[in-house]
């Protein structure tokens, strides 16, 4: 099996004899973003970082992502922060798709490339610093962790894909599998950030419609997807929001392997009160 790969954005602008319609929607439902829509104009600078732009995929918004926020960040040489995040409630997943950062986590330092993974726990004190000669370019997950009486808070970690066999699905003969980072059994976290796999022809074989939402970022490969009653076709570098609850499923197209980062909110009471979460 060759080496993961994963797709980066490329920035820039299209020209103006590009045609206006492309293949972004945005429904109560769910969102597709396509990767050219990922231009130099739509980037964001973000306090307390240097040399560091970042396009905004998910917000908390009502009527679109409701319990989470993500990036793709981009750190030019010499870039990065000493302090990050401004949240102290905020956990984190970063996932590092193209070039080398330096992250640290109190006195520990990481040297994390392509497949690096970090979780970074509410009041967390890290920092991060690209100190190679080239861009480095990482997925950034954001969300307020949701405290229960009597269970800590996760411990942060560092890994890399590499590291971790994906979990078949059942009955798929291996074809759907699961890079999972996290035991689905430790109660202790509210949120997994996965990595998915398909091999063409694969499918997810029923409308999975459930209560977490979803964050999907296409890593490599294409693929049909059903949403709601719409067949959508989506490709490496396109990011999907799915609304709890929005049915779902696809076929992964080939000629390669179709692979996608995935966030799901998990392991907590639904609130009962309209503002709460």
């Known amino acids: 099996m060759k080496a993961p790969t994963y797709y980066t954005p490329q920035g820039g602008l299209p020209g103006q004899n590009v045609l206006l319609t492309d293949r972004a929607v ?17 980037t964001s600078r973000f306090p307390h970082w240097d040399q560091t732009r970042a396009w905004v995929l998910a917000r908390p918004l009502s009527g679109f992502a409701e319990t989470f926020s993500q990036y793709i960040v981009d750190v030019a040489p010499g870039g990065g922060s000493d302090r990050p995040e401004p949240d102290s409630g905020a ?8 070039g080398q950062v330096t992250l640290t986590i109190g006195a520990e330092t990481h040297e994390m490339g392509p497949g690096g993974y970090a979780y970074l726990p509410p009041a967390c004190a ?12 990482f997925h950034w997950i954001r969300k307020e962790y949701q405290t229960v009486d009597g269970i800590p808070a996760p411990e942060a970690f560092v890994t890399n894909e590499a590291d971790i066999a994906p979990e078949p699905m059942p009955g798929s003969d291996g074809a759907w599998a699961t890079t999972r980072f ?5 109660i202790r976290h509210d949120m ?12 997810i074989p029923f409308a999975e419609t ?28 396109d990011f999907m929001w799915l609304r709890a609850f929005c049915p779902q499923a696809c076929y992964a197209g080939g000629p390669g392997i179709f692979r996608y980062l995935l966030y799901k909110d998990v392991n907590r009471h639904m609130g009962l009160r309209v503002t709460a979460r």
């Open 182 to 186: 996290v035991d689905s059994a430790d």
């Open 210 to 237: 459930h209560v977490m939402e979803h964050g999907l970022y296409v890593l490599e490969g294409k693929a049909v997807y059903h949403l709601n009653q719409d067949w959508v076709e989506v490709e490496k570098g």
């Open 192 to 203: 997994h950030v996965n990595i998915v796999s398909m091999r063409p022809g694969a499918a």
């Open 126 to 137: 890290w920092r991060l610093h690209n100190r190679s000669g080239d861009r480095a370019v």
């Open 26 to 42: 945005f429904t109560e439902t769910y969102a597709v973003i396509p990767r050219g829509t990922m231009s130099d104009i739509v």
């Open 91 to 98: 956990e984190a997943v970063l996932f590092v798709v193209s």
